[in-house]
Nanobody
Framework: QVQLVESGGGLVQAGGSLRLSCTASGGIFSINIMGWYRQAPGKQRELVATITADTITTYKDSVKGRFSISRDIPKNTVYLQMNNLKPPDTAVYYC???????????????WGQGTQVTVSS
């Protein structure tokens, strides 16, 4: 069973930085996309950033220039460097991957358990 384990959340003051990490494990044959979504209280989950196997990146407009996503393909790990954090960035951040397990022929979506990021003003 594919599992995603996240780390790196926490409490930071506005203008500060955090780095999130997420490692996928559990009999993975191939990974297509890895990325991060977030969900603030009372709001829908939204895309923050994704990166493909070809390292093509996508960012939510409000984080462009502040957040940077990267990927260590051999380690099945994705990182999100978050700089100049703002109070509206406060949310639970979820790691996401579209992966093919070694016991299946198709790709499926998998999610981490979430890590809290809180930005104080």
């Amino acid at each position: 069973q594919v599992q995603l384990v996240e780390s790196g959340g926490g409490l930071v003051q506005a203008g500060g930085s955090l780095r999130l990490s997420c490692t996928a494990s559990g009999g993975i044959f191939s990974i297509n996309i890895m990325g991060w979504y977030r969900q603030a209280p009372g709001k829908q989950r939204e895309l923050v950033a994704t990166i493909t196997a070809d390292t093509i990146t996508t960012y939510k407009d409000s984080v462009k220039g502040r957040f940077s996503i990267s990927r260590d393909i051999p380690k099945n790990t994705v990182y999100l460097q978050m700089n100049n954090l703002k109070p509206p960035d406060t949310a639970v951040y979820y790691c996401y991957t579209r992966a093919r397990p070694d016991y299946r022929r198709d790709f499926s979506d998998y999610w981490g358990q979430g890590t809290q990021v809180t930005v104080s003003s």
